[in-house]
């Protein structure tokens, strides 16, 4: 795993323009209920479970993702990780989130938001051609090979070329953000700049109502020259530094009401320590993008009990009124314990969480307890999915977001053999 903070190197073009087309195609996503661009199978079924939600409740949400300072999104890598196959690539850019929730067409719900947009991209690592690795067709979803993609898919006969099916988008999500980029930052310091000169000028005539008076500006026009460019001196300084404080104030203000999500640093570290023992190139970015995967599938489900990902009690009914779920920022770890070939993790999750109650339409920031268990005897697969499982007992493969049984042997398939499972959701 690496960590880039200060490269501003961009991602490849062609895969900058795949996160572009995903991020751009949320609005046709949520109104048309089409699919987003080069999402992979999990992302889509979850999408799925969403839209179905939204509509259940006579709701259409109009969704715009849009870049802040620039035309277009231009992302940044920040981290990676990877296995024998496969590299994973987090990609971040400044972003602006409009979003409209309508009920009988009338806007019921608007909010618009500075946000920073991060996606993970899963690409096959350079010369590597995992052939016999499950995929799911694109197309149709039926569970073949990467290679008998290529081919032809035995469900549809769809072919594929290997940058059709990689890289793809394999989690995603959006942080509010109080910082502001160089765009924003030279049009907050413009407007701060305009206002500051009026009040500056103000000053300067109530002080000296002399010094721009016309019978001294036609007398002494050297007093009139310097005035004015002592006045336009000051104020660049004075509106430069009071920018820079004004963005660090809004930073404070932020970090305060966020102090809450800050203390787990600990365990975390142990907790990754602990599993990268298991695997080696185990990363907590990989931990906590499923994580968030598996809360937001559960939270979204009609029945969740339906699921294979997700062994515990039946959820809170107020997560039944969730028609939006973003990622906060923070994932705890605040317990975790082995047993055996087993390790359980306790998380304390931060979500920015859009209700609907009736014709009511309200957000509020919520924090989950979320627990995870997985099995500790097999390494971490980083392109799992839970649309192509390869059955234990036989070895056929299928789809575990619809069936809970292997269609083949018809024994009961269990997430904890390949995958973190969640075991209890509930409010913190």
């Not at 690539?89 to 929730?101: A, E, Q």
């Amino acid at each position: 795993m690496g960590y880039n903070f200060f490269n501003e190197k961009k991602v490849p073009r062609a895969i900058n323009n795949k996160l572009r087309d995903f991020f751009e195609s949320f609005g046709e996503t949520f109104k048309k209920r089409k699919k987003v661009s080069f999402a992979d199978r999990d992302i889509e079924y979850l999408l799925g479970l969403q839209q179905d939600r939204i509509k259940s409740k006579d709701l259409e949400i109009d969704y715009k993702i849009y870049p802040r300072g620039r035309n277009k999104l231009e992302f940044i890598p920040l981290s990676d990780w990877k296995d024998m196959h496969y590299l994973n690539t987090v990609c971040s850019d400044f972003c602006g989130i409009k979003r409209v929730v309508r009920k009988n067409g009338k806007a019921i719900y608007k909010d618009d938001k500075k946000s920073v947009v991060y996606g993970t991209v899963t690409d096959v690592i350079s010369g590597v051609h995992p052939d016999d690795d499950p995929y799911s067709c694109p197309n149709c979803g039926f569970v073949s090979t990467v290679s008998g993609l290529q081919d032809g898919c035995p469900q549809c006969g769809t072919k594929f070329r290997m940058d059709d099916l990689f890289p793809k988008i394999s989690s995603f999500y959006f942080l509010d953000d109080s910082n502001v980029n160089k765009g924003e930052f030279k049009s907050l310091y413009k407007k701060l700049y305009f206002v500051s000169l009026v009040i500056l000028y103000i000053l300067a005539s109530l002080m000296r109502p002399d010094m721009f008076s016309l019978s001294v500006m036609k007398e002494n026009n050297f007093l009139m020259i310097s005035g004015v460019v002592a006045l336009i001196i000051t104020n660049f300084i004075a509106t430069y530094m009071g920018t820079i404080f004004f963005i660090f104030i809004r930073g404070m203000v932020k970090m305060i009401v966020n102090s809450n999500k800050f203390g787990t640093v600990g365990s975390r570290r142990r907790f990754e320590s602990r599993m990268q023992k298991v695997s080696p190139e185990f990363s907590y970015e990989y931990f906590t993008s499923k994580a968030i995967s598996l809360i937001k599938t559960a939270v979204f489900s009609e029945d969740e009990k339906e699921l294979a990902l997700y062994a515990g009690d039946r959820l809170d009914l107020r997560m039944k009124d969730i028609i939006d779920l973003n990622y906060g920022g923070a994932l705890g770890v605040t317990k975790f314990k082995d047993e055996g070939d087993f390790v359980t993790v306790k998380t304390k999750a931060f979500f920015d969480v859009l209700y609907a109650k009736g014709n009511k339409v309200y957000y509020k920031p919520q924090v989950f307890s979320a627990t995870l268990k997985r099995r500790t005897d097999i390494p971490v697969d980083f392109n799992f999915s839970m649309t192509k499982i390869s059955c234990p007992s036989c070895g056929a493969s299928f789809d575990a977001t619809r069936l809970k049984k292997c269609p083949y042997c018809e024994n009961e398939y269990d997430i904890i053999s390949d995958d973190w499972a969640l075991i209890e959701l509930k409010y913190n």
